[in-house]
């Protein structure tokens, strides 16, 4: 969902960014910091973060911003879809977490399925790519796109990880409490609609 002082934020943090990456001007500079200044003020407002998390987590990258890139492994089993229990929140998610710099989005994916559930995976089909703020997860601070990619289990056995209590398989209609930061039920659905018709077109929005 859409909230405008959100959006607003993040625009103007995006363009002080930009512009303190690429200006030559020493009074440009001034304003850009100015703007990244007032994106930083507005978050404050609106949220409990301190000026201290807000300055690194949102503003303090350099170069052109951006939207950041989420990985998640989608596996089934006998009708039944992986998820793990993630400790941030007690809730249930697809394995997966942001894109690693090096790495491929299936070496990613990989890499995160095995150490939040303990399987040895290899990507095999893209399923979807999804624009975070088209769907109803949580306000973010992050322009996310979500990548979603079908795995095959070659091995190992299920164990939890640094970032997850558990690992299950559920059914579509049995599914646990969602971290909806991470994925929501609407997602979920489609995914099995996959699993039941594997000729479906990638999913892109």
């Known amino acids: 969902m859409s909230i405008k002082w959100l959006e607003w934020a993040k625009e103007i943090q995006a363009i002080s960014q930009a512009g303190l990456a690429y200006t030559k001007d020493v009074y440009d500079k001034e304003r850009f910091e100015q703007l990244r200044e007032l994106s930083i003020t507005i978050m404050q407002e609106y949220t409990e973060a301190g000026e201290e998390k807000i300055r690194t987590l ?29 400790k941030a929140d007690g809730a249930w998610a697809l394995p997966g977490g942001w894109a690693d710099v090096g790495l491929s989005p299936a070496e990613v994916v990989v890499k995160e399925v095995k150490e939040e559930a303990g399987y040895d995976v290899t990507a095999t089909r893209l399923l979807a790519v999804l624009d975070k703020k088209f769907h109803h997860h949580p306000p973010s601070a992050f322009h996310v796109y979500k990548m979603f990619i079908q795995c095959n289990i070659m091995g190992g056995t299920a164990g939890v990880g640094t970032e997850t209590s558990a690992v299950g398989f559920f059914k579509q209609g049995e599914l646990p409490p969602l971290s909806e930061e991470r994925n929501t039920r609407e997602q979920l659905n489609r995914l099995f609609e996959f699993e039941k018709q594997p000729d479906l077109s990638t999913w892109l929005d």
């Open 58 to 86: 949102f503003a303090s990258e350099t170069g052109y911003q951006t939207p950041k890139v989420d990985v998640r492994g989608v596996i089934f089993q006998d009708g039944k879809l992986l998820l793990v229990q993630e």
